[in-house]
Structure formats: structure tokens, C-alpha cells
């Protein structure tokens, strides 16, 4: 196991006992595929496999939905499609789509959220997540639940790391 010390993004955690639960939407999983020679691109593809190991040395839990899984079975890229699926095997709990679900969803489109965005935080809200992970800005701006944090991976990794409040 890697110390706390050896790991900035593990500090806040292992301090205070708490494992965080994250859900990841569809745009983190496939950063990596995107140009990485733009800095936001690049620094949430190293967000993400920070929080990555995170997940990996148990001081996150990751939770997954049906909503990430059929995104995923409809990606033409085989690679992405097989990345991703690795990645969901990391999921501690899967979200299944269901009528409550669907009816908070809609709930969410009336803010603004595009369908597809507001099934997945209506699955991270039914999961009860801490944190709901995004690449896009319009999420994190729309969201207006407070059941949870909807954030960008950077912003994630600063607050764990506690760089910022």
C-alpha cells in the first residue's frame, strides 16, 4: 500500500477516515482520447488517473450507472469501448435506470440539463455519491440539486489534495 505521504490526492482521505464515493460521467472515461495538447484536456486526463489510483488504493469508491454502461456499448472506437470497460470493473456499485429515476431526470432537464446528462446525475443522486465527476461545463453550472458536488476531475483533485475550499 502507498503511504499517504507518497500521495498528496490520498492525504484528505486518509486523514479523515472517509472514502469517498465518485461518479464519473461519460466525458471523463474518454478524456484520455481527446487532444491532449490542449492544457484542460491534459490536466483532466491527469486528474483522472490520479483519481484512478485513488479508486485503486481504496481511498475512493467508485459507482457506476446502466446509463455509462449503454453510452458505452454505443461507441464505435473499439479501444475507447474496451477502456471503458476496464474502468467499470473498478465500480464498487452499479445504478440501474429506474421509473424514480427517470421521473428525477426529467426533473432535470427542466433546469437545462441535456436527457442524456440528466440520467446520469439522477443516477449519481439515487447512488448517493459525494462527489458527480464531468468534463462538461455545462453540468456543473446547471446543477442545482445539492444532494451532491457536481465538479470538474481538476476541480475534484484540489479539493482532496486541499489546495482549494
Known amino acids: 500500500m502507498v503511504e499517504a505521504s507518497e500521495w498528496d490526492v490520498v492525504r ?3 486523514v479523515t477516515g472517509a472514502i469517498v464515493r465518485v461518479y464519473l460521467d461519460t466525458s471523463v472515461y474518454n478524456r484520455p482520447f481527446d487532444d491532449q495538447t490542449r492544457p484542460r484536456i491534459w490536466l483532466e486526463t491527469m ?3 490520479l483519481i484512478l489510483r485513488m479508486i485503486e488504493l481504496g481511498e475512493a469508491e467508485l459507482v ?3 446509463v455509462v454502461a449503454y453510452e458505452n456499448s454505443r461507441n464505435p472506437f473499439l479501444e475507447r469501448k474496451a477502456w ?3 474502468c467499470l470493473r473498478l465500480a464498487r456499485q452499479h445504478t440501474q435506470v429506474n421509473e424514480e429515476i427517470r421521473v428525477r431526470a426529467r426533473e ?3 433546469q437545462g ?3 442524456v446528462d440528466a440520467l446520469h446525475v439522477a443516477c449519481g443522486e439515487a447512488a448517493e455519491v459525494d462527489y458527480f465527476l464531468t468534463c462538461d461545463d455545462r453540468v456543473v453550472k446547471r446543477y442545482q440539486g445539492g444532494k451532491m458536488s457536481v465538479l470538474n476531475p481538476v476541480a475534484f483533485i484540489l479539493i482532496m489534495t486541499g489546495k482549494e475550499e
Open 12 to 14: 484528505k482521505s486518509a
Open 47 to 49: 486528474a483522472f488517473a
Open 64 to 66: 457506476s450507472s446502466s
Open 84 to 86: 471503458v470497460s476496464d
Open 108 to 110: 432535470l432537464e427542466s
Open 113 to 115: 440539463l441535456r436527457s
